[in-house]
């Protein structure tokens, strides 16, 4: 039996396309086969398909963030995050000056935006304007975009967040079946955090959700359980890329869950990337015009290229090479610091290899106007 790709003609192939770029929605069987393709010929196809929609919006042009995690506290229990409250684990969080530093080796990298990211740390939830000087030293000292990672905060925060010049709110669901959302950001809720998202594109802010795929095999260290339908990838997606398609977000993500030490879910099996793929290219079907991130967090340069040539087009977490930072999933935690290689001169060699292009500055923030209008 045949596949929802291994049955199409070439014609029905090069229509799906099409129809596609004309943005015809897809159904929930639709998305459904796509998600259980395993066939290597089927998913060449899949991800073939695409990269010829996001070639039509951005041809060759990928876009770059480098990746500031400037605070490793955090007040909430995530299950799934090496950086939960309960984690007994060495946190920092750098001065202003050590900001204002690293933006000055950044300035120049061929990034386009800084992705500023925290815990939930109270040192900047408490008193807002120690982040909103984070946000005007970056934008001062780069006079580049900035995309802030806050977690939960209230509409005020967000609207002084917009006046100091933040460009971009990235805040992910994780997964939009309400029961799993519950086992993975244990006592947060929901709402609020959906609200926060909604509340920034409000502010004219232009605004990033995300969903985590690898749950399928989840096993809790306390000895809970979860409805097995609850976790599982497929119907989990398929929730969630309709649940994301409420906001109209601007750039949408995946990510595979990566077990973590000291955390409630180090004990699952990890996943491979495979769900990972197929999402990012469901998410370029589903959000054919927009930014869709592959993560160097996830599995670094090399997965990079899967991820591209799965239709995402926008590389984030890039890390310069001697940075003492930390990613968040950090695939390469244990691997010495000047060994990582997430910078972005490697990451525009490897773009060349693969015959992409880095996108002009001026296209990039072309997008954002474009987004926030
Ligand atoms: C951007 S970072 C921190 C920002 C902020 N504290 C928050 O939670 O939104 C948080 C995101 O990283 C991702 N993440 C955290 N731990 C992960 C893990 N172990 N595997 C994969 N993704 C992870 C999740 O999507 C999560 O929303
Ligand atoms: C999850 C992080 C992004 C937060 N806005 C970063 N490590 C990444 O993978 O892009
Ligand atoms: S995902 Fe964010 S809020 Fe949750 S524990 Fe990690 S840093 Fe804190």
Do not use: W
Not at 116 to 123: A, F, Q, R, W
Not at 217 to 244: F, L, Q, R, W, Y
Request: glycine share 6%.
């Amino acid at each position: 039996m045949g596949d929802f790709f291994s049955e199409m003609s070439d014609a029905e192939y090069n229509q799906f396309i099409e129809d596609i770029i004309s943005k015809k929605p897809l159904t929930d069987e639709m998305i459904r086969a796509m998600l259980s393709v395993t066939d290597r010929n089927s998913l060449k196809k899949m991800y073939d398909a695409a990269v010829s929609v996001k070639e039509r919006y951005f041809g060759n042009d990928v876009y770059l963030y480098s990746f500031v995690y400037f605070s490793t506290y955090c007040k909430n229990q995530c299950a799934f995050c090496y950086y939960n409250a309960k984690n007994k684990i060495d946190r920092y969080r750098i001065t202003p000056e050590e900001l204002r530093e690293m933006c000055g080796e950044l300035k120049n990298t061929g990034v386009h935006m800084i992705d500023l990211t925290m815990g939930e740390d109270p040192h900047f939830h408490n008193t807002p304007e120690n982040l909103l000087e984070f946000v005007r030293i970056t934008k001062e000292v780069t006079g580049l975009p900035v995309m802030v990672s806050p977690g939960v905060v209230d509409n005020d925060f967000i609207c002084a967040l917009q006046e100091a010049g933040a460009d971009f709110f990235a805040l992910y669901q994780e997964t939009y079946q309400e029961e799993l959302y519950g086992k993975l950001r244990v006592g947060q809720s929901f709402e609020e955090r959906a609200a926060a998202r909604n509340n920034a594109k409000a502010a004219g802010i232009c605004i990033e959700d995300g969903i985590l795929t690898g749950f399928s095999k989840m096993k809790m260290s306390n000895g809970e359980t979860i409805n097995p339908s609850v976790s599982d990838d497929i119907e989990s997606a398929i929730v969630s890329i309709h649940g994301m398609q409420k906001a109209d977000p601007d750039q949408v993500r995946v990510m595979t869950f990566e077990p973590q030490p000291g955390t409630p879910l180090a004990e699952t099996t990890q996943a491979s990337d495979l769900m990972e793929l197929k999402v990012i290219s469901i998410l370029r079907f589903v959000f054919p015009d927009r930014l869709i991130p592959a993560s160097l967090d996830v599995a670094g340069i090399p997965g990079m290229v899967d991820r591209l040539n799965a239709g995402a087009n926008v590389v984030t977490s890039i890390i310069s090479a001697d940075s003492k930072l930390e990613g968040v999933v950090n695939f390469d935690r244990d691997v010495s610091l000047n060994e990582r290689q997430r910078d972005a001169k490697s990451v525009i060699e490897k773009l060349h290899e693969m015959g992409l292009e880095r996108g002009s500055q001026e296209s990039f923030e072309a997008y954002l106007n474009r987004s926030k209008s």
